[in-house]
């Protein structure tokens, strides 16, 4: 007899197969019965306080891990996701969103359930999340959700882009054969056409052989495309000037002689497409010469087993620049440019920081080897960082678990307004007792808007909240040593350097809470040239646009 499963434990046992231990979500009762077989299949269940932070805490989750699972039910639950989802989809994240969806019978029939919009129609959310996700599967036939399943989770992964799975109620329980659980879902590779791969290898070789100021700048996509080690590995042996955007930092190791800084010049100073090689996720343009459809990770490993380092331009070194972690007297106020705590973070930590002026400030950090940066640089949702600091820490605790990374700690820097967009996070930290450290930026209200317009404006401000009770509000243990709680105000300098010092706050345990006072107009140099360029387009000014609407990891050999 052909053993037997159900369609939720299939679609279950799938992620499992693909690394993910965990599920995020919110029930409902359009999907309360999947949540039956979560546990059944080896899953977590984290339990988040809404869909939208549970969202985050998923697209958190994926930076980490590689892929991650969401449920929400039909209709409310599902739109109130839509933003992280969107998110996900803009700085690609891979997310797997589980709706459950009212019965195919209620459906047919377009009957006026709740959550619906009482017109008959239950395909206009699935229509909206089609625009904000790469694959989409309705799972109404029973013999053909395997496949379908499948094929969805397939694309997720090749694309490292959110996909959308719905869940009918009365398709749950479902008995469908196991045997395609036996073989693993085939993530086909790209075969190189040899003669065009060879012709890019040679046109690169030879343009880095000839370059006389080379410069490498690292972007955020190269984890999706599987290639930070090879990048990484490119910038060490040329030793070329080496510099990252801000969605690419902690991909280089900025311990390299090399390493120059993390920065953006607004799309002010994009190179020339006829000096520049730019390697994207399924190929490379060379001075303007495109060799497309190639397995980039492949082409890269044979560069680099290529490249001849002798033949490579011999540059000077970067001049001393000074220590960073140098930092100015400590009975100044910490004001964004010296809120420099890089002495704090060790290898293995992942540090996030939030939209705005916690991330413009987290540029300037001077990171240890095999640290993780997260920060959003094209949805800027702020809020998302909170939430996602929950996923990325749940994913840290499984795979230090796992054994597949080095012990570390999860350090974020978070605005206070931004906090107030999704402080139930904090409970969903809690309840999964997970090792959070937060320097929470107290600036009473929104600064980065206020450099935007309205310095003084009411609408820029934030009612005052009491941050350091927060543990103790949504349920933090007390005096429990096996999950500990640390709360510190700080209001200088020297306030902010001894409590760095503390052993509680330095392991990384528990929940931990830091408020750095701030003054409202304080920000760093960096944000406020960005600000007036951003204020100068609304009123529609004529700064340069961007060049390239997409976001890449782009290697600069400049003539």
């Known amino acids: 007899m052909t053993y037997k499963v159900t369609l939720a434990q299939y679609l279950f046992l799938r992620l499992h197969q693909f690394g993910v231990r965990s599920v995020h979500g919110v029930p409902g009762d359009y999907n309360l019965v999947a949540l039956d077989y979560v546990e059944h299949s080896g899953l977590h269940w984290v339990g988040n306080a809404n869909e939208l932070n549970a969202g985050y805490a998923a697209d958190g989750y994926a930076r980490i891990k590689g892929i991650s699972a969401l449920i929400t039910a039909f209709g409310v639950g599902e739109l109130s996701a839509l933003n992280a989802i969107g998110g996900a989809y803009a700085e690609k994240a891979p997310v797997v969103h589980i709706v459950g969806v009212p019965s195919t019978a209620s459906q047919d029939q377009g009957l006026f359930l709740h959550h619906s919009f009482g017109d008959g129609n239950f395909r206009l959310n699935a229509e909206i999340y089609a625009k904000f996700t790469c694959a989409q599967a309705n799972l109404r036939n029973v013999d053909t959700a395997p ?28 008995r469908i054969p196991a045997a395609k659980l036996d073989r693993p879902i085939y993530l086909p590779v790209s075969p ?3 003669v065009i791969e060879n012709a890019a290898i040679e046109d690169i070789l030879k343009r880095l052989y000839a370059a006389r100021q080379p410069f490498i700048i690292v972007d955020g996509f190269a984890p999706r495309y599987g290639i930070s080690s090879k990048a990484d590995e490119l910038v060490r042996v ?55 459809d190639l397995n980039i990770k492949t082409l890269l490993r044979k560069l680099l087993d290529r490249l001849d380092t002798s033949r490579l331009p011999r540059l000077s070194p970067y001049p001393d620049l000074g220590d960073p972690r140098k930092l100015r007297d400590e009975l100044a106020e910490p004001t964004r440019d010296t809120l420099r705590i890089s002495t704090f973070f060790r290898s293995g930590d992942i540090v996030m920081t939030e939209t705005g002026t916690s991330s413009s400030g987290g540029r300037d950090f001077v990171l240890p080897p095999q640290t993780t940066v997260i920060n959003s640089a094209l949805w800027l949702s702020i809020g998302y960082m909170l939430g996602a600091c929950s996923g990325a820490a749940l994913a840290q605790r499984e795979m230090i678990s796992e054994k597949s990374r080095p012990d570390g700690r999860t350090i974020l820097f978070e605005g206070d307004g931004s906090l107030q967009m999704s402080v139930q996070a904090i409970g969903d930290i809690i309840r999964n007792r997970l090792d959070v450290t937060i320097f929470v930026i107290n600036n009473d209200g929104y600064t980065i ?26 349920g933090a243990p007390e005096n429990d040593p096996e999950y500990p709680v640390f709360n510190k105000r700080v209001e200088n300098w020297g306030e902010l350097m001894d409590v760095m010092q503390d052993e509680q706050l330095k392991a990384g345990k528990g929940f931990n809470m830091v408020e750095v006072i701030m003054d409202k107009e304080d920000a760093p140099s960096s944000l406020k040239k960005l600000v007036r360029m951003a204020a100068k387009r609304n009123e529609g000014g004529t700064e340069t646009p961007p060049v390239h609407q997409q976001l890449e990891q782009r290697v600069m050999a400049t003539s």
């Open 147 to 174: 496949t379908l399943i499948d094929e969805t989770l397939r694309q997720c992964l090749l694309q490292s882009r959110p996909v959308y799975i719905e869940l009918p109620t009365d398709l749950v329980k479902a």
């Open 192 to 194: 190189n056409n040899l």
């Open 238 to 292: 040329t030793g070329f000037p080496t510099s990252t955007t801000p969605f690419g930092k902690g991909i280089i190791n900025e311990t390299y002689p090399n390493f120059h800084d993390t920065n953006t010049y607004g799309f002010t100073t994009l190179t020339n497409r006829n000096v520049t090689i730019e390697v994207d996720q399924k190929g490379v343009e060379v001075y303007g010469a495109l060799y497309r």
């Open 449 to 474: 808007e206020r450099y935007i317009n309205g310095m003084h404006a009411g609408y820029n401000w934030v009612q005052p909240w009491r941050y350091l009770e927060s543990a103790r509000y949504f």
